[in-house]
């Protein structure tokens, strides 16, 4: 705001400031869209190639080969957890049609929970219509190795699998704010838990931390197993079950900054 | 080399690609919630040839310096709408000469979180048109001086104050009789062309109430502190200008009837010299 340049805006160094910041969000995006939205199944090595000269990882790849078989690499755009989150969660439930009915009952029952917070019913229904429209689609294929292509294409279109994180963020927020009073005190800088929502969690490209995890799985009523790897001393890698105790469902690896799904 | 234009430009028409199924239903019912419930002071209509685009004004709310302004403003949705915010613009800005406030630009910039042309809380595809417009129309406050940031205290005592009157006088100047008289040759829709000369006439008496108020400042230099720039206060121009805009709006009848009305409230009160 102080910065706008009085003198008239050819292209003076007040515009020459934005055009940078352009040009560098134009980097950041090629980067990341050069990644695909969800990847195929690779061997856990794989990763070996990003730290070629790292012993700290190597040997903590090494650990993680010794757990998992394979991960499947996600976009890093700041939607990643709740990309891969949704992603492995209707994946293992096409193994089991018993899962997926009740999974699909209870986002059914979803909407009703977020309209009842208030928030307006036609910005909820193509996000809630669209999360629907996949957990049907996929039902609907009986071969379950072609209900997980349908899977794999539907969350590689950016249509489809933008409006599935928008939804997962939206049933995230709603759950934090009904259960405010135990959230509360994880929230950090003095937010109420809904000013956290509108800031954290309903946007898109925001990064998720353990509160999002918290919420989100206890959204959908299942658990996460969060295995940890950065450059830590440990030989191993921690890992972390959330909600704690509960079995989980979905495995995911973190390095800073992002998640990718994990297969044992 | 031809320059790119700015990113949250919506006037630049070259953003490619075509408009989502979903984006499209999308804009249509956010439209619709603003016709079904309408803001109070807020106007809006989309645009016959182009969906994306949408015209809005948000009329000056009473008891701030923005007071019966029309500040006309075009908004342009993405591709992906509503998973990314529109681009959004203001034209009342006397072909980019005047700032009307720390947050709006005399370019049209907007600067808004909600944008993403300022930090602070993201756009979220929960929101709709119009929490955004709300939000813009927040701008327009009664102390728009303190909106910019660190700027908690007056850095000269009186800046506030002098940033009022000067944004007074430009929202008359400006955004009531430029807009009115359209003298940039805006592409304004006719919808919101009617609605702004119908609130002119029924705001017309308050026109002229805050000009009265502030007649003293006639001739006075206005001081705009964030540019610097001196004007000279030309309310007596205003009131002539307001009137004649007037007249050529009523029709003939009543026109010359309220004139005489008018004439002879000048004669009881100290109205004959204002211009």
């Known amino acids: 705001m102080g910065d706008e340049q009085e003198s008239e805006p050819v292209i003076g160094t007040g515009n020459q400031d934005e055009l940078i910041m352009q040009q560098q969000r134009q980097i950041e995006r090629e980067i990341s869209e050069s990644t695909a939205l969800v990847g195929e199944l690779e061997p856990i090595v794989s990763l070996n190639s990003e730290y070629s000269n790292d012993n700290v990882y190597l040997e903590k790849i090494k650990d993680l080969s010794s757990k998992y078989k394979h991960i499947r690499r996600t976009r890093p755009d700041g939607n990643c957890f709740f990309r891969a989150f949704t992603y492995a969660m209707i994946e293992q439930m096409l193994e089991n049609s018993n899962e997926l009915e009740q999974f699909i009952k209870l986002i059914e029952c979803s909407k009703m929970g977020l309209l009842r917070l208030g928030f307006p019913e036609f910005t909820v229904d193509d996000f809630y219509e669209t999360f629907m429209d996949v957990l049907k689609r996929v039902r609907d294929i009986k071969n379950v190795n072609d209900a997980k292509k349908e899977l794999h294409t539907l969350f590689n279109e950016q249509g489809y699998s933008d409006y599935m994180v928008v939804y997962l963020r939206l049933l995230t927020s709603g759950h934090l704010q009904r259960d405010q009073e135990f959230y509360s005190c994880f929230i950090e800088g003095g937010r109420t838990v809904v000013d956290f929502c509108h800031q954290e969690v309903e946007p898109m490209y925001k990064e998720s931390d353990h509160i999002h995890i918290m919420a989100a799985c206890a959204a959908l009523e299942t658990g996460v197993r969060v295995v940890y790897m950065d450059r830590g001393s440990s030989k191993s890698n921690i890992e972390h079950d959330l909600p704690e105790g509960t079995a989980p469902s979905v495995h995911l690896l973190y390095r800073p900054g992002h998640y990718d799904i994990l297969y044992l | ?275």
């Open chain 2, 1 to 275: 080399m031809p320059m790119p234009k700015p990113e949250w430009d919506p006037t630049d028409s070259a953003d490619g690609g075509t408009l989502s199924f979903t984006a499209s239903t999308r804009i249509k019912r956010d439209l619709r919630c603003i016709f079904n419930d309408p803001p109070a002071g807020i106007f809006v209509v989309g645009d016959e040839s182009n969906l994306r685009i949408v015209h809005a004004i948000i009329f000056g709310v009473v008891d701030t310096p923005y007071e019966g302004g029309f500040f006309y403003f075009i908004l342009r949705c993405p591709n992906d709408y509503p998973i990314h915010p529109p681009k959004v613009k203001l034209m009342t800005t006397n072909a980019g000469r005047v700032r009307f406030n720390p947050n709006l630009y005399k370019s049209g910039k907007v600067c808004l979180s909600i944008l993403g042309t300022w930090e602070g809380p993201a756009w979220s595809p929960a929101l709709q048109l119009s929490s955004l417009l709300i939000s813009i129309q927040s701008l327009l406050c009664e102390n728009p001086y303190f909106n910019e940031p660190g700027f908690v205290k007056e850095h000269v005592p009186g800046d506030s104050k002098r940033y009022n009157e000067y944004i007074r006088h430009e929202t008359l100047r400006v955004a009531v009789c430029g807009m009115i008289e359209n003298e940039c040759h805006l592409n304004i829709p006719s919808k919101l062309r009617e609605i702004m000369e119908k609130t002119f006439l029924e705001f017309y008496d308050q026109y002229v109430e805050i000009i009265k108020a502030n007649i003293h400042l006639h001739g006075t230099e206005l001081i705009d502190p964030f540019s610097k720039g001196r004007f000279v206060c030309q309310y007596k121009a205003l009131l002539t200008r307001l009137e004649k805009i007037k007249g050529n709006l009523m029709p003939q009848s009543e026109s010359v009837s309220k004139q005489a009305s008018c004439s002879s409230a000048g004669d009881n009160g100290n109205e004959g010299n204002l211009t």
